[in-house]
């Protein structure tokens, strides 16, 4: 079946789970299909089709949906909907400057089996999207490496990430917006400020986000990101 948009709709596989009087869980297979089923979700609410809701909170493999008056209704529809892979994100793709300057640069290099100067090479020829946020603030979880670069978290998580990490873990990439315990491999850092409580939205990462990092010297400002096609 088909979109008016000549884009292939399918049944995707989900699970949906009642959380509380008002929520809704819905799980899916992976990324690809959250993604898909997430952008469904907002084209309906902004076409009026969706049932009232005052959240939906994509994450790696699941959809939350709160504030339902009936959530119990909307579960039982799910399943018949025919749903398009997402569409690419049509805003301009955020540009972070960073200084690749990380203590596990070299470690994952090794990874990688290549150089610390590759590593800088393959990540910031990357284009990447916020698949979803979480964890604090601010904090986006970036897909587009391929698999062959997807690295493990470190063995012995660290009790002080500095604000500002660019860091590494599974498929995903993030920047730490604020200092913190965490697990994953820094090989960068970044002044950016992604989350201010003044700004609208407070988040400098939203999910569908496309970004880029621009490897940058130690001399050279990081604090603006810059907006690029």
Not at 77 to 82: I, R
Request: aromatic residues 6%.
């Amino acid at each position: 079946m088909s979109t008016g948009n000549g884009a292939a709709r399918t049944r995707l596989p989900l699970r949906p789970l009642p959380v509380g009087d008002h929520g809704l869980l819905v799980e899916l297979d992976d990324a690809t299909a959250v993604e898909a089923f997430h952008a469904e979700l907002l084209r309906r609410a902004a076409a009026g089709t969706l049932p009232a809701v005052r959240e939906i909170v994509p994450a790696a493999r699941t959809v939350l949906l709160d504030g339902l008056a009936d959530p119990g209704r909307l579960a039982a529809e799910l399943p018949g909907w025919d749903i398009p892979p997402a569409a690419s994100d049509d805003r301009p793709a955020i540009d972070i400057p960073v200084r690749y300057d990380g203590p596990d640069l070299a470690d994952v290099a090794a990874l990688w089996d290549t150089t610390p100067e590759d590593v800088v090479r393959i990540h910031s020829g990357t284009e990447f999207h916020v698949a979803f946020c979480g964890f604090a603030p601010g904090f986006g979880y970036l897909t587009g490496l391929p698999e062959r670069h997807h690295v493990p978290r470190r063995a012995t998580p660290r009790t002080k990430v500095p604000v500002g990490s660019v860091a590494l873990a599974g498929p995903y990439t993030g920047v730490y917006p604020r200092s913190s315990p965490g697990g994953w491999q820094l090989i960068g850092t970044s002044d950016v400020e992604l989350w201010d409580p003044d700004r609208e939205p407070a988040a400098l990462f939203t999910p569908g986000t496309r970004v880029r990092f621009v490897p940058v010297t130690a001399e050279t400002s990081t604090e603006s990101p810059r907006e690029a096609r």
